[in-house]
Antibody, heavy 122, light 107 residues
Framework: QVQLVESGGGVVQPGRSLRLSCAASGFTFNRYAMYWVRQAPGKGLEWVAVISYDGSVKKYADSVEGRFTISRDDSKNTLYLQMNSLRADDTAVYYC???????????????WGQGTLVTVSS | EVVMTQSPVTLSVSPGERATLSCRASQSVGTNLAWYQQKPGQAPRLLIYSASTRATGIPARFSGSGSGTEFTLTISSLQSEDFAVYYCQQYNNWPLTFGGGTKVEIK
């Protein structure tokens, strides 16, 4: 069965960096685009970033463009989110999710991890 | 950016009753619209995609309709496990955008 397990969250000071990881199993990782979606406490869902199945396409929300970098290591079946210059409004649960379709991107998200909480506070 | 607006914000419904949730897009998204259910402390779960297709394992009491800018999620007879927050999401344009959510609570 498909499993996505995020890690790397924690408390970090404003302006510092953090790297999130998402370990994937139960499917052929290098066939699917992967996403990060976040949810601030008590708020709705916000798409953060996507990386295509082959890593050739990366897209970001305006709110994180230039500060966050999405990447993948297919040899480790792992997705990453490097977060730099963190701000208080980046505080959220960060979910990784898998695209519905193979060899494509921009489709619904049928599989999600349990999320990892990032708190940006001094 | 396509703005997704959900209404109502909160819907109070008795078990066994019908619930109708609305989602409006600021511009046409065709049928590239998905619905998710989220319970407290859990990740979202995909219910509906392509505006009206149930995802794998989703009960038939959940149905979606609409196209263009107006969409509806209907839960025909609410079960106890259906009380949750529901989000619509468009995937027709980048950035992907979600609605603000509708909380379905017990009346």
């Amino acid at each position: 069965q498909v499993q996505l397990v995020e890690s790397g969250g924690g408390v970090v000071q404003p302006g510092r960096s953090l790297r999130l990881s998402c370990a994937a199993s139960g499917f052929t990782f290098n066939r699917y685009a992967m996403y990060w979606v976040r949810q601030a406490p008590g708020k709705g869902l916000e798409w953060v970033a996507v990386i295509s199945y082959d890593g050739s396409v990366k897209k970001y929300a305006d709110s994180v463009e230039g500060r966050f970098t999405i990447s993948r290591d297919d040899s480790k079946n792992t997705l990453y989110l490097q977060m730099n210059s963190l701000r208080a409004d980046d505080t959220a649960v960060y979910y990784c999710a898998r695209d519905q379709r193979e060899y494509s991107y921009g489709y619904p998200l049928p599989y999600w991890g349990q999320g990892t909480l990032v708190t940006v506070s001094s | 950016e396509v703005v997704m607006t959900q209404s109502p914000v909160t819907l109070s419904v008795s078990p066994g009753e019908r619930a109708t949730l609305s989602c409006r897009a600021s511009q046409s998204v065709g049928t590239n619209l998905a619905w998710y259910q989220q319970k407290p402390g859990q990740a979202p779960r995909l219910l509906i995609y392509s505006a009206s297709t149930r995802a794998t394992g989703i009960p038939a009491r959940f149905s979606g309709s609409g196209s263009g800018t107006e969409f509806t999620l209907t839960i025909s007879s609410l079960q106890s496990e259906d009380f949750a927050v529901y989000y619509c999401q468009q995937y027709n344009n980048w950035p992907l955008t979600f609605g603000g959510g509708t909380k379905v609570e017990i009346k």
